[in-house]
């Protein structure tokens, strides 16, 4: 602990001084009330089809009044919307009129689960259901039908430096939840129709009996890039500002145990052309087997606010591939979760700096060096219980000889709420060896938040470790500790933002993430935004400014980022920034093989780079996105490029084409990387698709080949057939492997959800 205390000092001593000047702009926060919308019971049933002409809708109060917050906040929406607002024993109904009086220059989007809603015409509402002002769930349709849906947890706010890029759960929107709901939607000369039905066995709430709940809409309008909302938010946030949702009063949710079980059946053929050694088979040969496997998870609603889910043979997910990524530093990548049974509930157990240093990160369960390891089973306990928020999680896995031990794998997590943004909560995470008890680690967290104003928050976490392992003695046990401060200001004009964080040398969250290992960094960014009147062609100019130090626990440097650079964003959504100057330090205490055969030497490496960020309108049937780098890289210089270049054809046919390229000249040797990438998308209905992502690593010299079938039902379930292909692209000579196929699957999976009554 004396390491501890040391550090606690100097990470405090730099950032309180700065915290005083960010929160002297503050302002209060507005008096006046939120608005008010009701909900009435419908006495005859709701045909969901988008037309909205049951006259339960037409009695039910209209929530109207929309507010623009883009790009003339404050002014009233544009076109005609209105929203109501039913229910029944069973379910919540929300329908919208959406009018145009252009409905030709509507924007469809992409016609697939959770597509990205930015850029198409949209509907989106959150609700509240412990009316806590900090928490949620979103759900969302386009005018071609979609499905979208979320958790917001901590009002949508992840850490410092943002971390919504992966919509994971630290990120604070976790869009990977898939619930159980539906929505039609339905088109006229006059605009277009939304009707949703969200069963209330698909929310949590504190109890059964009439309810109060937090209440938000907004609606996109893409030509024009409008936003408005029923309860008006600032152009700052967003609708996962909770805390500035309006109310909705009236509805009358069922107490009542409910139980859903998700079985999966899934067979699988796989073709392999390399033997145990990696040795490749005489003359192309390959060796072929069969899989067939039984699971399933079940959830139990014990409370209308507390949840246990149950796993057997967890599903891995195998419809699912990464995107590959090419990795030039010497620290590690991240890679989200998208295993269905780990992604409901994510945020409760989210404590950390999203990507950086994670307490608990879900993939380290099941997945060792690459390789799955089977889930035998588990359980998960959510909800609320007396105004605390609790996580209890609990995995056991087999043991694969040669990979992994049989482990069993638990999270605790537990946090009190209050107003404003305001939390404090407690963590512990283990692994523990069931077949050697000295074999384990534990991970300890305490964390909190501070709301103050609605502009300015304070985070904070302390989190230890305990791994008997990794030292010979106990004196070798120190520095077993990370420490993180943060604020974020972020008003109409000035966005700001300061952390301070610590990792001692001994720190090992084994079942969370961690990109790098003892160091200190320090982070400050300023950005300010400006708006000119009179430009309806422009939106915003923002000039900023950053710095990012890295340093060992002795000061050594070990990575430094300056940043200087102005974003221009112009009313169509397009996007570019003036030539980013970056000053850079790479520090090596150690020679740092970069590439095969080429060794950058210890040394430190200071440079000056040019950056070059842009993307057209996203919404035009064609666009193009992408960056450009130029500029000194460690020892020599470096010219690199990301492009994708997005193809979209009405609603159904969606495709887009990825290169990154980057070419790196080095007095230790010159060498080239490129990853090239090609997704597609055929969209028949918004339930039923086919999907393509090739993908070709010069690294690895390999080209793979994912191709999805998937027929949808409820919550993500489903029919899926899956065909991976990778094949070596290099000569033998080379790699040791001669060129053509490496690996193929065929697997064919199908999965349905089954209401067990309640």
């Not at 079942?511 to 422009?538: I, M, N, T």
């Not at 035009?620 to 020599?636: Q, V």
Request: glycine share 12%.
């Amino acid at each position: 602990m004396t390491s501890i205390s040391r550090a606690f000092p100097r990470l405090t001593a730099g950032l309180l001084p700065a915290l005083c000047v960010f929160s002297l702009p503050l302002g209060a926060q507005d008096a006046g009330g939120v608005p008010t919308g009701a909900a009435i019971r419908a006495e005859a049933p709701v045909q969901v089809d988008g037309r909205l002409d049951e006259a339960a809708w037409s009695q039910a109060p209209a929530l109207a009044g929309f507010i623009q917050s883009e790009p003339f906040e404050g002014d009233p929406v544009t076109e005609e919307t209105v929203v109501r607002v039913l229910y029944d024993d069973d379910a919540v109904y929300v329908g919208a009129w959406l009018l145009d009086t252009d409905v030709e220059g509507l924007v469809f989007g992409e016609t697939r689960r959770d597509a990205a809603m930015e850029e198409t015409d949209a509907i989106l509402f959150v609700l509240d259901t412990y009316l806590d002002r900090q928490n949620g769930y979103v759900f969302g349709t386009t005018p071609a039908g979609i499905e979208y849906d979320g958790q917001v947890t901590r009002e949508g706010q992840g850490g410092f430096g943002g971390a919504r890029m992966m919509a994971g759960s630290m990120s604070g929107v976790n869009t990977n939840w898939d619930g159980s709901w539906e929505v039609a939607t339905h088109r006229d000369g006059a605009g277009w129709y939304a009707e949703f039905r969200i069963p209330f066995s698909t929310l949590r709430y504190d109890r059964g009996g009439e309810q109060r709940w937090g209440f938000n809409v907004v609606r996109r309008i893409r030509r024009k890039n409008e936003e408005a909302f029923w309860s008006p938010v600032p152009r700052q946030f967003d609708l996962y500002r909770i805390s500035m949702a309006g109310t909705l009063e009236g509805i009358e949710a069922p107490f009542r145990r409910t139980a859903q079980v998700t079985p999966y059946v899934l067979g699988s053929s796989r073709w392999a052309y390399l033997d145990a050694d990696g040795e490749a088979f005489l003359d192309g040969a390959s060796e072929r087997t069969g899989d067939f496997e039984v699971g399933g998870d079940a959830k139990f609603a014990l409370s209308p606010s507390l949840t246990l889910d149950a796993t057997v043979n967890t599903d891995f997910a195998q419809v699912e591939v990464d995107d590959q990524q090419v990795n030039l530093t010497r620290f590690r990548l991240f890679f989200p979760e998208k295993r269905p049974f780990f992604l409901e509930n994510a945020g409760t157990f989210s404590v950390g700096t999203p990507q950086s240093v994670e307490l608990f990160f879900s993939r380290r369960i099941g997945i060792e060096s690459g390789s799955e390891v089977p889930i035998l089973g588990g359980g998960r306990l959510t909800g609320r219980v007396a105004g605390l928020n609790v996580g209890l999680l609990n995995i056991q896995t087999k043991e694969v000889e040669g990979v992994a031990p049989a482990n069993n794998f638990s999270a605790v997590r537990t946090f009190r709420e209050w107003e404003n943004r305001t939390r404090l909560g407690g963590t512990f995470v283990s692994r523990l060896n069931t077949q050697d008890g000295d074999d384990y680690n534990l991970t300890y967290g305490l964390d909190g938040r501070l709301g103050i104003g609605e502009s300015l928050t304070l985070d904070g976490y302390a989190a230890f470790t305990d791994t008997p392992a990794d030292a010979e003695t106990p004196e070798d046990r120190t520095g077993e500790y990370a420490l993180s401060l943060s604020a974020e200001y972020t008003s109409r004009d000035w966005e700001g933002g300061l952390a301070v964080r610590e990792v001692g040398e001994g720190f090992n969250p084994e079942v969370g993430f961690l990109d790098r290992g003892a160091y200190r960094v320090y982070s400050v960014r300023l950005l300010r935004k400006y708006r000119f009147e009179g430009a309806e062609w422009f939106r915003e100019l923002r000039p900023h400014v950053s710095h990012r130090e890295f340093r060992d626990l002795d000061g050594f440097i070990e990575t430094r980022l300056i940043h200087v650079d102005s974003h221009f964003e112009f009313s169509n959504g397009a996007f570019f920034q003036l030539p980013a100057i970056n000053f850079t330090r790479e520090g090596l205490k150690d020679d740092f093989e970069i590439a095969e055969g080429i060794v950058v030497p210890a040394g430190t490496y200071d440079n000056v780079e040019w950056g070059f960020r842009y993307n057209t309108d996203r919404s035009a049937t064609l666009s193009l996105e992408g960056r450009i780098t130029i500029g000194g890289f460690y020892s020599g210089n470096r010219a690199g490029s990301d492009a994708t270049l997005n193809v979209r054809l009405g609603e159904t046919f969606v495709t887009g084409l990825r290169v990154d390229y980057n070419d790196v000249n080095l007095p230790e040797g010159d060498f080239a990387t490129r990853l090239v990438g090609l997704k597609t998308a055929y969209s028949f209905t918004p339930r039923i698709y086919l999907q393509s992502l090739l993908q070709y690593n010069d690294r690895t010299d390999t080209f793979s080949a994912n191709l999805r079938f998937g027929w949808l039902n409820t919550a993500g379930t489903g029919l899926f057939i899956v065909y991976n292909d990778l094949r070596n692209t290099e000569t033998f000579d080379r790699v040791g492997i001669p060129r053509g196929p490496l690996d193929r699957t065929l697997i064919l999976k199908f999965t349905r959800q089954f209401n067990l009554g309640g």
